[in-house]
């Protein structure tokens, strides 16, 4: 993301959910997909991602979540859980929708410093209204938001290492029914196989393998 980007986001219909959920609760979006992106901070609990590439994204007390418009999900509350949920369209200047992630993103597994329950808790509070004062301050607070996920040394490390081997999960899941070599994956990322291996394992928590064999199981079932 580069300054340009961020110049040119307007964002509007932002609306704020907040509560409890009760352990075991599933949201189904694997057939409808979302009308918006969001963002969702677990202040208790647990909660558990999975997309229809069958991608799995989990967090718990502390994290920081973001799903984007029209992605297609499954979302489970495992454990009784206290959440507040900023829902939002972005565009930019053309008035062309835009995500600032790839898919179901964890930005952050914690919050040390309180600095994103911070700002989710302003959230809450005038997420309420439909004042002109409390539309603007939602705005000021997700720009704020957007500020302090990209201005985190330790996400913006993960993004470019993520980042090296973007080309190569892209060809993976382009061709997933097809049993290419992982040498070709390694190849399309400019990273050794040994770097490509590891690099996917800290990215899906599994081997490209194992991930491409996900694929095709989600592919066979629908």
């Not at 718990?60 to 009784?80: Q, T």
Request: some cysteine; proline content about 2%.
């Amino acid at each position: 993301m580069n300054d340009l980007f961020f110049e040119n986001l307007c964002a509007w219909n932002i609306a704020v959910i907040s509560g409890i959920r009760p352990s075991g609760r599933i949201i189904d979006k694997k057939n409808s997909g979302r009308k918006n992106s969001g963002i969702l901070y677990v202040f208790d609990g647990e909660v558990s991602f999975c997309d229809v590439r069958a991608r799995q994204v989990s967090g718990r007390a502390g994290s920081l979540i973001f799903i984007p418009e029209n992605e297609r999900y499954k979302m489970e509350y495992v454990e009784k859980t206290t959440f507040v949920l900023v829902n939002f369209n972005l565009a930019d200047k053309e008035g062309n929708l835009i995500s600032v992630f790839d898919g179901i993103t964890l930005i952050a597994s914690e919050d040390k410093d309180y600095k994103f329950a911070n700002i989710m808790a302003e959230f809450e509070v005038c997420g309420g209204s439909k004042s002109i004062g409390a539309l603007m301050k939602k705005k000021e607070l997700l720009y704020g938001l957007f500020g302090e996920v990209f201005s985190s040394h330790g996400y913006l490390e993960k993004r470019k290492e993520r980042s090296r081997i973007s080309e190569g999960v892209r060809l993976l899941e382009q061709s997933y029914l097809e049993s290419l070599p992982i040498e070709r994956f390694a190849e399309a990322s400019h990273v050794s196989i040994t770097t490509f291996r590891s690099l996917f394992h800290k990215k899906f928590n599994m081997s490209p393998v194992k991930y491409r064999n996900r694929l095709r199981i989600e592919r066979a079932k629908e």
